[in-house]
Nanobody, 122 residues
Framework: QVHLVESGGGLVQAGGSLRLSCAAS????????IGWFRQAPGMEREFVAC????????NFADSVKDRFTLSRDNDKNMVFLQMNSLKPEDTALYYC???????????????WGQGTQVTVSS
């Protein structure tokens, strides 16, 4: 069992930056891939990024590639999503999730946080 809590969301102007954190509790954090997903009102949940078990591999959606970076600290059970050059279309509720496979599909992730809101004003 893994319990996830996101933080770091907020209101930012276009072009600004935010760093989201995902704190995990439970055993064997390093056994899990951590993914980030987002959902805007009226839209389906979409993949943003994921990071492999030891943090050596990352995968990003084309819409955020070159603007977002992802890192993890397995000693502290934390994952960080650094979001730069934010755009109004990045506005959404952001979730972190834990799964066993390094994939983009939300259905492959077993544990989810409650989400943190990111709002980017134009």
């Amino acid at each position: 069992q893994v319990h996830l809590v996101e933080s770091g969301g907020g209101l930012v102007q276009a072009g600004g930056s935010l760093r989201l954190s995902c704190a995990a509790s439970g055993r064997a954090f390093s056994d899990y891939v951590i993914g980030w997903f987002r959902q805007a009102p009226g839209m389906e949940r979409e993949f943003v990024a994921c990071i492999s078990w030891a943090g050596s591999g990352t995968n990003f959606a084309d819409s955020v590639k070159d603007r977002f970076t992802l890192s993890r600290d397995n000693d502290k059970n934390m994952v960080f999503l650094q979001m730069n050059s934010l755009k109004p279309e990045d506005t959404a509720l952001y979730y972190c999730a834990a799964g066993r496979r390094f994939v983009r599909s939300a259905g492959e992730y077993d544990y989810w946080g409650q989400g943190t809101q990111v709002t980017v004003s134009s």
